[in-house]
């Protein structure tokens, strides 16, 4: 109660400027996401007591890393990394990156001349090291009672099976493999099988559809798909096989031919129930223990790429985000390491599903990468009651929690007997990811599940930054409710103002990178000028993040929502013009707009203006329609909460959609709708308002 007084009421928020658009990026505002997050709260700074392992327990021992990590960042990431095993080592110049187009290309090079697997750091070496018959995965079913216990030898041997098929089928070096998978071990282990013979994994989260599944095949020629029959999530089984079938074709008509596919038998979906394509399809569980369990590791270059993961932009399709292996490796271990005061056999969980960034470098690889023991959850956190996490933290001990405000806000709307009826002593660090979190969830976070002695690691990253690049040290300085606080070692933050002028001191504007981290983005998939057009060109010299940002006078950062037309839906990015895209596709709809609002459990929600074309009828069953194709054609998470009918969309006289007029109504903020005089036709706004609700 004590530490929930200090939370009071927000000034009113600050007048929003509007932020030139620098082509291609379409930077809409700065804080456009008017976050329910932070609006109407505003936190004050939360001691907690936090002995770190890591030995950074001041903001001394932290700046004393820092500025050495800013001034000789080859040197500072060349003593971290050297923990690792490389089979070749770098050279002494080893670091270089170039951010300004303007000079060249733009490019990021770590351990230039190095070679590695970090499969063989992430599982061989523990083994090395005398850790091979410690847990590395507990995985808890979807149901009660279901689990699972694999030691770092047991992955090494079903790693090099799955390697060795995949060898078998053909895939070599640079290859990529598309992997959809439930959350079982076998999906980190598909991902680890790719690295450990230089193949590129694409991973592809289950929620997605057969045509998002599709597209992301035919984009990185993934010739192997390794899936599972299906998927069960709470009382729903997903068809997991069905739908890789039905992309696999569409792969197919579209020019792409996929060779093999890989398919693990989940208890929800037996064999019987699955249909088969013979001399493509092969069943895991028949043809993976025929498998030699030794596969030797195949040494790459450290900048050869470890994996693809596509993610959702401002325009056009999902973009193949390609990371490194030796730059990636380090910062996901190193992160891991600091962050989470990560120690070998600390048993941690972090609830993301691999499909996402999130699951990639803090559930399979960062973890792994320490030493830890990594809880893998299949099942849903409200399942079969909302006690369910705090029922697997105490069944596991689990010592560092990591999770997504979304899924904290959720829990927090249910009675706090859920979560006091389970011992939670084991806890010493919570942390949250993938949107702001609201310093009202903040402090139930840390009050009611941490029982006031967790410090709470606000990390912000991105797919693009393959690792948290501002982020709280736990009981090195207070935590802020609702603040990422301060950057990352190796990571120099700006902040831009519209014209890209770097701003001094206290300010707002937008989030830029001035300097290259290990994890940097490489490329996009076959397309390095879509890469640097679309991070690199709003802020010539600075890595673009799309996110506003606030840094107090003391130099800690608020991320305050995205700039451009990206919504962020319970920590999952979900771009407008995908999602404009498929609703466009429905033989009833001219064209679609589509905003974000605020949501009190999502974060944002999905505000869809929709135009009919003539002769249909706003009826309930085009609504649905609408909402069903967006399903099928991206996955449900991306299906609109709210369809709007509309005469026609608010334009510019040169055919651009007014969204900031859009967002308004939304919210019905009717008399905040600002000068629409520029608009082509100025009377389309009172139509739209009329049929609100309708
Ligand atoms: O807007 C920021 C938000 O999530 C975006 C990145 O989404 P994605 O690539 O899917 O990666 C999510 C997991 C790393 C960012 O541009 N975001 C992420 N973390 C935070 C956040 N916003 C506020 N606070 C955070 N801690």
Known sequence: AKALSQLRPRQPPILRRHVVRAAPIHVSSVGARATSAVQGEVARAVPVEYHARTGINSRADYETLYNRSIQDPAGFWADLARQFHWEKPWRKDHMSFNFDRRKGQVSTTFFDGARTNICYNAVDRHIEQGRGSQPCFLWEGNDIGEDRVMTFSDVRDEVSRVA????????GKGDSVAIYMPMV???????LACARIGAVHSVVFGGFSAESLSQRIADAKSKVVITASGGARAKKVVPLKQIADKAVQLAAGSGFQVENVLVYEHKSVPKGECAWTEGRDTWYQDAIPQQDRHCPVEWVDSEHPLFLLYTSGS???????????GGY???????????FDLQPGDVYWCTADCGWITGHSYLAYGPLLCGAQSVIFEGVPNYPTPARCWQVVEKYKVRQFYTAPTLVRSLEAQDNKFVTQHDRSSLRILGTVGEPINPRAWMWFFETVGEGRCPIVDTWWQTETGAAMITPLPGAWPCLPGSATLPFFGVLPVILDDKGKELDGEAEGILGMKQAWPSTIRTVKGDHKRFE???FSAFPGYYFTGDGCKRSADGQYTITGRVDDV??????????????????????????????FDHDIKGQGIYAYVTLHDGNDFSEDIRKDLVKTVREQIGAFAAPDVIHWAPGLPKTRSGKIMRRILRKIAVKKDDELGDTSTLADPGIVQGIIELRGK
């Not at 071990?185 to 991902?191: G, R, S, T, V």
């Not at 325009?315 to 292996?325: A, C, E, F, I, L």
């Open 185 to 191: 071990c076998e999906l980190p282990i598909a991902m």
């Open 533 to 535: 057009e679309t991070y």
């Open 567 to 596: 919504i962020n839906v319970s920590g999952h990015r979900v771009g407008t013009a995908e999602v404009e895209a498929a609703l466009a596709s429905h033989g009833a709809c001219i064209e679609a707009a589509v905003v974000g």
């Open 315 to 325: 325009t056009g399709n999902p973009k193949g985000v390609v990371h490194s292996t």
């Open 164 to 171: 060795n098929w995949l060898k078998s089928v053909g895939i």
């Open 329 to 339: 490796m380090v910062s996901a271990a190193t992160t891991t390491r600091y962050i």
